[in-house]
């Protein structure tokens, strides 16, 4: 049974970084293509960044830049580092195998002054 369970969101100010991570159990980070997704209130979930099983990794454009993906294999773990947050940035965060239908519950992440 896949199980993916997100952590580390929380309410930051304009400009602040959080690191979220992605704790995967039954899947393999490595033999996976894993992504992270956002969803904001009253908006559609939309692809923020994933990371292929070769590494390469994809952004979307409202995040190039600022967030960085990537994957400890011996924890079996993805993070989303996310630097220079904004406004909005606000979401719930959820964390994907790629094209899966293996979902995390989210974690919360509130960008506010």
């Known amino acids: 049974q896949v199980q993916l369970v997100e952590s580390g969101g929380g309410l930051v100010q304009p400009g602040g970084s959080l690191t979220l991570s992605c704790k995967a159990s039954?899947?393999?980070?490595?033999?996976?293509?894993m992504a992270w997704y956002r969803q904001a209130p009253g908006k559609q979930r939309e692809l923020v960044a994933r990371?292929?099983?070769?590494?390469?990794?994809n952004y979307a454009d409202s995040v190039k830049g600022r967030f960085t993906i990537s994957r400890d294999n011996g924890k079996n773990t993805v993070y989303l580092q996310m630097n220079n947050l904004k406004p909005e940035d606000t979401a719930v965060y959820y964390c994907?195998?790629?094209?899966?239908?293996?979902w995390g519950r989210g974690t919360q992440v509130t960008v506010s002054s």
């Open positions: 994907n195998v790629f094209e899966s239908q293996f």
């Open positions: 039954g899947a393999s980070v490595r033999l996976n293509a």
């Open positions: 990371i292929t099983t070769g590494g390469n990794t």
